[in-house]
């Protein structure tokens, strides 16, 4: 294991690999500071990019992309009081404070150093869990599959704030677009409705692109105002700072950096929740730990860490679970796994045993990115003051015409690039009625597999209850029965919390 | 009794759903594969089918307390219809007027609209944003990462 790490780290020294991992850490990172543009987003701008080259160079662009952006997000979290991207809210509840107290050199390289040390402790679970994992995926058969995307499609929809049955259509919705088109055991046409497009099923990159480039640039142009001057920000901030005093405090938290670490950790591995859910938790947890949680919002350096150590660690956890299971960990990961598939490559148990130099290339990416993040805000945190200004009139055209690229790129064929821009419609359509759109990314992703793994196993044996009897599948499905009723225990909560406020303000 | 959007969103899901079951029944079964290809899709509809009801049903059963309407900030619907538009027009456009034509085209007329140029220097700014976009994609992709980009059947272009 060490000497194949050690191998990817020195391949990904070379200039092949690491130009690309720079510019895509450099992208990232000034992507992951623009307020009102996501790591997701960026990743899909950077996702054409990548077509032209080979694997582990778009693979190391797009993990630069992805840790660039979670450091990233907080620079404008810190200095602005604007999260750059959602899972840098919680950085924002301490780090602006204390930037406002006149200490934003301290907030920001607080902020910096917990990603940093977060990250890495992140790459020792990656590296150490990632191969002993797929082994155990190894022993999964078609009923294990199954019951496994079904929990992971059941935990997030459960885990939708707003609604569960929300949550729940949504997923739904997610299956029926990859019922549409050519059956994925047969290759037979049905539902294509006369639409020649569909024939042969709908491709999830187009889907993914739209519906999430326009849902988030269309609620942004619904509140844009044409002549608003935007604001002009940056100058005059003193962020000098010693460094040696700022990781000094970050290594007196010790349980603060570790707890908030794993907590990235686990929610990174749970499909589709993300950072934005990893930052808000790491940093609820911190406060409860605390000896003066009363203080937590005035400016504590504890907020700043627990909320950027679990915000990098969650990257790894992601990238934990798309390369042992072959499930994206979120949006950025669910990119990442269509490059793969564009250049051949099937993630999955198999990808480590069968890829190994791609597999620790990836790890030994990861790790440097840290490193690249590092030097990039050390030379140009305050250039980077000045590139986050950059009109979102200017930028949304630009991102829209790359997503057209990325889609058409997908096969060289229009059709993508039709259903690119109806998924962009049906996508805002989805988040003016309020659906969440990770069960729906999910569903899409996941819907082919899930049929496959059915029709295999009812092929197999035709035995329903195998479905529960086998061990790890009967675990996986009860696992997806508690989350389910979890959810409903807790929306049930909710619900009657809100009653009760109600009532109180009858009276 | 007024629904909400979850109410409608309930009744988008189950129309959709009804509607693509009932199709699943032309789908022809396969004598290779015993379960045939409709059979997911029946699963998959019905499921949904019913999670589009509850959510009718919940927002019908939900018990509203009349609150005071909070200002929210003014949503420009008309600026995202436009938009949609023009991209819409943009996407139409490619395979006539060539990806350099119709891209320089659409980020003119976007930035235009996003943010109006006044005066000879505004028009400056839009005309030259949309010539950098057109031209730095071609160059990158057509140029430097072999990704061949539509050309235009009336311009040859």
Redesign the interface.
């Given at each position: 294991m060490f000497e194949l790490l050690g191998q990817g780290m020195l391949a990904m020294m070379a200039a092949k690999y690491l130009v690309p991992l720079v510019i895509g850490t450099l992208i990232g990172v000034v992507g992951g500071a623009l307020p009102g543009i996501t790591i997701t987003m960026t990743i899909i701008v950077v996702l054409p990019f990548t077509f032209g080259l080979e694997p582990l160079q778009g693979l190391a662009a797009m993990i630069g992309v992805y840790v660039g952006g979670e450091t990233g997000g907080l620079i404008t979290s810190c200095l602005l009081g604007i999260p750059g991207k959602p899972s840098a809210v919680a950085t924002m509840f301490d780090g602006h404070p204390m930037a406002k107290k006149g200490e934003p050199g301290r907030a920001l390289w607080l902020g910096i150093w917990a990603s940093i040390f977060g990250g890495l402790l992140g790459a020792i679970v990656l590296v150490a869990s990632t191969g002993p994992l797929a082994k155990f995926a190894l022993e999964f058969g078609p009923w294990e599959y199954f019951s496994l995307f079904v929990l992971a499609l059941s935990m997030v929809a459960g885990l939708v704030e707003s609604s569960l049955a929300k949550g729940l259509a949504s997923g739904g919705l997610g299956l029926i677009i990859t019922i549409l088109g050519a059956d994925p055991v047969m290759g037979k046409e049905r539902l294509t409705m006369g639409i020649s497009a569909l024939d042969g099923g709908v491709p999830f990159l187009p889907v993914l692109i739209g519906v999430f480039a326009f849902a988030q640039i269309m609620g942004e142009v619904e509140r844009m105002r044409p002549g608003a001057a935007e604001e002009k920000i940056g100058a005059g901030l003193r962020l000098a700072v010693s460094h040696a005093r700022v990781i000094g405090e970050i290594f007196a938290r010790p349980f603060t950096l570790l707890w908030a670490s794993f907590i990235g950790l686990v929610i990174g591995v749970l499909p589709a929740i993300g950072g934005s859910a990893a930052n808000m938790l790491a940093y609820d947890q911190a406060k409860k730990f605390s000896r003066y949680p009363e203080k937590f919002g005035t400016g504590v350096p504890e907020g700043i860490i627990a909320s950027e150590a679990s915000n990098n660690a969650n990257v790894a956890g992601s990238l934990v679970t798309i390369m042992a299971f072959g499930i994206p960990g979120d949006a950025v990961t669910a990119v990442m796994l269509g490059a793969l598939t564009i250049h051949g490559i099937q993630s999955g148990p198999l990808f480590i045993s069968q890829n190994p130099q791609l597999a620790y290339g990836m790890f030994a990416a990861y790790i440097i990115a840290h490193a690249v993040v590092l030097a990039i805000l050390l030379v140009g945190v305050r250039w980077m003051l000045r590139i986050v200004t950059v009109p979102k009139a200017v930028l949304f055209p630009v991102v829209l015409v790359l997503c057209v690229v990325g889609a058409y790129a997908l096969g060289n064929s229009m059709s993508s690039v039709w259903i690119l821009a109806a998924f962009g419609v049906f996508g805002y359509g989805m988040v003016k009625l309020g659906f969440p759109l990770a069960p729906f990314i999910l569903g899409v992703i996941l819907g082919d597999q899930i049929e496959v793994n059915l029709i295999r196993a009812v092929m197999t044996d035709p035995d329903p209850w195998l479905f529960l009897t086998r061990p790890i599948s009967g675990l996986l499905l009860a696992g997806s029965v508690v989350s389910f009723a979890a959810a409903i225990w807790q929306h049930r909560r909710q619900q009657r919390a809100a009653q009760a406020q109600d009532g109180d303000a009858d009276f | 009794m007024k629904l909400t959007?979850?109410g409608?969103?309930?009744i988008?899901?189950f129309g959709?759903?009804t509607v693509?079951f009932g199709?699943?029944f032309s789908?022809?079964d396969?004598p290779?594969?015993?379960?045939g290809?409709?059979?997911?899709?029946r699963i998959?509809?019905a499921?949904?089918g019913a999670?589009?009801l509850?959510?009718l049903a919940?927002d019908l059963l939900a018990?509203r307390?009349a609150a005071p309407a909070a200002p929210g900030?003014h949503?420009?619907?008309w600026?995202?219809v436009a938009?949609?538009a023009v991209?819409?027009l943009?996407?139409g456009a490619?395979?006539y007027l060539g990806f350099r034509l119709s891209?320089f085209a659409?980020?003119c007329a976007?930035?235009a609209?996003?943010?109006?140029p006044?005066g000879a220097r505004g028009w400056a700014r839009v005309l030259v944003?949309g010539l950098l976009?057109?031209g730095l994609?071609w160059f990158?992709?057509e140029k430097?990462?072999?990704?061949?980009?539509?050309r235009g059947r009336w311009t040859g272009f």
């Open positions: - | 959007r979850d409608w969103g309930g988008a899901v959709f759903s693509l199709m699943t789908i022809p396969n290779l594969v015993p379960l290809p409709g059979f997911y899709p998959v509809l499921l949904s999670l589009g509850w959510m919940g018990k307390v900030p949503l420009n619907y600026a995202v938009h949609f991209f819409g943009y996407v490619l395979p891209t659409y980020v976007a930035n609209m996003m943010d109006p006044r944003l976009t057109a994609a990158v992709f430097n990462l072999s990704v061949l980009m539509p």
